[in-house]
């Protein structure tokens, strides 16, 4: 099945500067890759989503960045600020009868004010 | 206004008791999940039921056994709780399960088995 790893496991940054999370795919036939952003004591939530017909996507302070060939995804957050501080995961899952978001081990983000 | 709601929100039992995990969403959703997140916030896939057929059913053990009773409704029995059962269980819904749309999560409940 799909096996997805994700780096760094905690990442501090300064409030204003960039936060860059890497993800990496072992199932070529992966076609969506989505991140999820989780606060303390809620559930995962969608912040942005790309499919692989698409090498990069940009919602305001965050983008995410897909290279097929070497199966690795990144999601960048621009002027970080402390609301930004949270656990987040990437996914992949494919076009299948079964639709499985494979999860990445998550990443703690710590903006420090 | 709640998209997917799971009750009770915290649950702290003895071990060997049976417990079950309700979940309802709003969002006409034809997929449901669960999903368990363990202490250092690993987040796996569990069970997923498709407009009230089981399509995923991970490796989990023959304590847990999902219930639809409806396409809004996904609730998690467990039987014979044991300590390693602690987590933060997530119910999950999505529209479709070959577009690849957005997952919706609930709020978690936390499970402490004592």
């Known amino acids: 099945g799909e096996n997805v790893e994700q780096h760094p496991s905690t990442l501090s940054v300064q409030e204003g500067d960039s936060a860059v999370i890497k993800c990496t795919y072992s199932?070529?036939?992966?076609?969506?890759f989505p991140w999820y952003k989780q606060e303390l004591g809620k559930g995962p939530q969608l912040i942005i989503d790309i499919r692989s017909n698409v090498g990069e996507k940009k919602d305001q302070r965050i983008a995410v960045t897909l290279n097929k060939t070497a199966k690795h995804f990144s999601l960048h957050i621009t002027e970080t600020q402390p609301e930004d501080s949270a656990v987040y995961f990437c996914?992949?899952?494919?076009?299948?009868?079964?639709?499985?978001?494979?999860f990445g081990k998550g990443n703690q983000v710590v903006v420090i004010p | 206004d709640t998209a997917v709601s799971q009750t009770p929100k915290y649950l702290v039992t003895q071990m060997g008791n049976d417990k079950s995990i309700k979940c309802e969403q709003n969002?006409?959703?034809?997929?449901m999940y669960w999903y368990k997140q363990d202490s250092k916030k690993f987040l796996k896939i569990m069970f997923s039921?498709?407009?009230?057929?089981?399509?995923i059913n991970e490796t989990v053990p023959n304590r847990f056994s999902p219930k639809s009773p409806d396409k809004a409704h996904l609730n998690l029995h467990i039987n014979s709780l044991e300590l390693g059962d602690s987590a933060v269980y997530f119910c999950?819904?999505?529209?479709?399960?070959?577009?690849?749309?957005?997952?919706?999560f609930g709020q978690g409940t936390r499970l402490t088995v004592v």
């Open positions: 999950a819904s999505s529209q479709d399960t070959v577009l690849n749309t957005e997952a919706f």
């Open positions: 969002l006409g959703h034809d997929t």
């Open positions: 199932d070529s036939a992966s076609n969506y």
């Open positions: 996914a992949a899952s494919k076009r299948e009868g079964n639709n499985r978001l494979a």
């Open positions: 039921y498709n407009n009230k057929e089981l399509i």
